[in-house]
């Protein structure tokens, strides 16, 4: 069965175990188990709520609906990928009721949908300039890219990193490598996008107010120290064993 038919289909086969589930949900995936979660609720007020109100309270330069939705859209993105730490299986207190093939379904599902909006992020800057005049939209982006300061140079090795990190997300089956080293090289490469997007957000984000840059950063590192305590623990307990 291919990777299109399990996501699409009612049931969905659990590449790990073999096991397959039934049951029809969107892609595979009972959205009502998440809905209904406490943890849900709270991650909406989280990863979108707050970041939602920093934006419409903050005292930033008014500019036109386009700019600013492109803005927002951005905003929220980049705050559910940060919230992908917490929506995973090394929050197992969280995801403890779910079935495993759920919660990797539902990762999946949100990892795609945002890494592939933020893909376009660099275009979102220059695409207003189309209904503009002045700078033209490719001379635009030439000159931001160009211009190696931090906050671009960090954009970039970010960027880079997500292209990476989604890339190899989708040709896992095709890696020379076990699927408990995938994840834990998936984890670095994540670890490592996070913290270099959030350094670029901070240095560089039109709407990184001193609110907005202490939530990324309390997000961040808490969504790191989630995943370093779970590589610790497991780690630890092999040891232990030993």
Not at 212 to 223: D, E, K, N, R, Y
Request: aromatic share 14%; with cysteine; hydrophobic share 50%.
């Amino acid at each position: 069965m291919s990777l299109v038919q399990d996501v699409l289909s009612c049931g969905c086969n659990h590449y790990f175990t073999g096991e397959v589930y039934s049951g029809c949900g969107f892609m595979g995936v009972k959205m009502g188990t998440y809905i209904t979660s406490s943890f849900f609720r709270q991650s909406l007020l989280a990863f979108a709520g707050l970041p939602l109100l920093i934006w419409a309270m903050g005292n930033f330069f008014e500019r036109s609906l386009l700019k600013e939705s492109l803005s927002v859209m951005t905003i929220l993105a980049f705050c559910q990928l940060i919230g992908q730490f917490f929506w995973a299986r090394t929050n197992r207190s969280v995801v403890a009721n779910l079935k495993m093939s759920k919660v990797i379904k539902y990762h999946k599902i949100i990892g795609y949908t945002f890494v592939l909006i933020l893909f376009f992020h660099p275009l979102y800057l220059v695409v207003p300039r189309f209904f503009e005049s002045g700078v033209s939209p490719v001379d635009a982006f030439i000159t931001i890219i160009s211009t190696l300061n931090q906050g671009v140079v960090l954009g970039i090795i970010a960027w880079c990193l997500m292209l990476a990190l989604g890339i190899t997300s989708l040709a896992r089956k095709k890696l020379s490598m076990k699927y408990k080293t995938w994840r834990v090289f998936h984890g670095i490469l994540a670890m490592l996008f996070i913290s270099i997007a959030a350094w670029h957000v901070i240095d560089l984000g039109r709407h990184s107010n001193l609110a907005m840059s202490i939530l990324i950063s309390m997000l961040t590192a808490g969504g790191i120290l989630l995943l370093l305590k779970t590589y610790t623990f497991k780690k630890s307990k092999k040891t232990s064993e030993v």
